[in-house]
């Protein structure tokens, strides 16, 4: 689920998709909102989604990345900061095993264990070292050995297979975790944090499973949500 759109991958592989559509994210080549399930144009053999702020992205089964929806900070990572109504394929981007995608941004995991990213940028959230917004994709500095990402609000979360979690981005309600409340450019270690098996980002906030079935959390909290 998107900020306002839902996305739906059935077992046929193709992709169905409801709810906001002003910036095309539903990707039937309309920007004709809608509160029943309609099929994303031209997408068959998907093997997993993902849904960001008002974007939405497919993995193909030979690792390619399609996208759709809004790309005004270049979020779709076709080398252009045009909406996409139906899927146009994500720059020069293969042998991706995962996506995830954030209010403005996008992370994709790719199966030698980098991480690359695109869109806004920022408070760091792309993890190269700048704040400079990127419309197709760029790696992640000093990062290998990931086996999950997770796209925050404007903050990104990966997985080590050491079990240790990376983070960077913004971190003005500390969700990055790392003790201190200053953003990051480039990835660095949540503090104290071991044996995780599984992650999650929320807008503001951050959520680690650890090998234990015990929980962990960090940043915003005015909901209750850490």
């Known amino acids: 689920a998107g900020y306002a759109h839902t996305v739906a991958l059935k077992t046929d592989g193709s992709v169905w998709a409801f709810g906001w559509n002003e910036q095309g994210q539903l990707g039937d080549g309309t920007t004709i909102s809608g509160s029943t399930p309609v099929a994303v144009n031209g997408l068959t053999g998907v093997t997993a989604?993902?849904?960001?702020?008002?974007?939405?992205?497919?993995?193909?089964?030979?690792g390619t990345v399609r996208a759709w929806g809004a790309n005004d900070f270049g979020e779709l990572g076709d080398?252009?900061?045009?909406?996409?109504?139906?899927?146009?394929?994500?720059?020069?981007?293969?042998?991706v095993v995962a996506i995830s995608a954030g209010q403005y941004?996008?992370?994709?995991l790719k199966s030698d264990g980098t991480v690359v990213a695109w869109g806004?940028?920022?408070?760091?959230q792309l993890g190269d070292g700048t704040t400079t917004s990127r419309s197709t994709p760029v790696a992640v500095n000093g990062l290998t050995g990931v086996t999950?990402?997770?796209?925050?609000?404007?903050?990104?979360?990966a997985l080590k297979s050491d079990g240790?979690?990376?983070v960077w981005g913004g971190n003005f309600e500390g969700q990055l975790g790392d003790g201190s409340a200053m953003d990051q450019l480039t990835p660095v270690p949540v503090s104290g944090l071991t044996g995780v098996a599984a992650i999650s980002?929320?807008?503001?906030?951050?959520?680690a499973l650890t090998s234990d079935r015990s929980v962990r959390a960090?940043?915003?909290?005015?909901?209750?949500q850490v």
């Open 201 to 207: 980002a929320g807008a503001f906030h951050t959520i």
């Open 218 to 224: 960090w940043g915003a909290n005015d909901f209750g």
């Open 79 to 95: 080398g252009a900061r045009i909406v996409q109504s139906t899927p146009v394929p994500v720059n020069a981007l293969t042998d």
């Open 49 to 62: 989604i993902a849904a960001g702020g008002n974007h939405t992205f497919a993995l193909m089964s030979d």
């Open 105 to 108: 941004f996008t992370l994709a």
């Open 120 to 124: 806004a940028n920022g408070f760091g």
């Open 164 to 166: 240790s979690v990376w």
């Open 148 to 157: 999950a990402v997770s796209a925050g609000g404007y903050h990104s979360v």
